[in-house]
């Protein structure tokens, strides 16, 4: 087709390319149904005075329900706990993942890879309050693990974790240590073994191969994994609620209570906004810092 205008030849798209198109067009077509308008709809709700359901008031807009953690002071403290259960359940996912994957693609083949891959996946096919619900069995006082300290050390205290801040750690760091494992699996089973052998020859001993040639190579699905596993855990309330009891109380069981129980959505749907803002600058300076390590490595 030529443009009337210029009299240049326009591209079209080729049949391949309509081909393509037809199949991005459902999962797009999904995904702008299923997340993006309710996320458009959220943002409106945010800036709203009241919940617009059940009310035949007029809708009136206002920034008030955004200066939410200048008139609350207690939520600063909120989201820092969040960001500490975030931080914390990052960290030791990184710390557990990243060994069990090395493990996982190098030093185990045929039916033990395929019996320890469906051990990693298993958490995916329980329900998560069970999940949970099971571990309140597990670190109450007197609870199995209470008893099995018992049994070693008969003289030992009650060991109860229930209802502190290590239990909910314990909780978000079994539910979110598959993501880990196998974003690092993924990234190891691409290092070629040519690269290991050769850093060996050169007299590098295992730490050093590990530093030097397997963790930079692993740092795209370190990466990942962390983006998979901090975003959900600082907005995560189940398990801050069961295992943390009182103290478990964080943004996520915060923004739940303002949907659920006092049922203003626009403070609720503000806090989420502010909680996403706050994530996107954290990755924003941590791709910044990444980058320019990589550079220089």
Known sequence: ????????????PSRGGWRILALLAP?????LLTVFLPLCAMLVFSFLKTTPFGSRQPLVFTFKNYLAFVDRPYLVNVAWTSLQLGLWTTG???????PAAIALARATRGRTRQVLFLLTILPFWTNGLVRVFSWTMLLREGGLLDQAVHLVWPGAGSLSLLYSFPAVV????HAYLPY?????????????????DAARSLGARTPAVFTTV????????LVSGAILIFVPVIGAFMEPRILGGRIGVTMGT???????????WPLGAALSFTMLAAVLVIFAAFSGVLRKRLAVA
């Open 180 to 196: 880990m494992i196998l974003t690092c699996y993924l990234s190891v089973v691409g290092i070629e073994d040519g690269l290991i």
């Open 1 to 12: 087709m030529a443009d009337t205008a210029t009299g240049a030849t326009l591209p079209q």
């Open 254 to 264: 915060v923004i739940e209570d303002q949907f659920t129980s006092a049922y203003n």
């Open 27 to 31: 999962a797009y077509g999904w995904l």
């Open 214 to 221: 397997i963790l930079p190579l692993c740092l795209p699905g």
């Open 170 to 173: 314990i909780g978000l760091v």
């Open 92 to 98: 030791l996912c990184a710390a557990l993942g990243l």
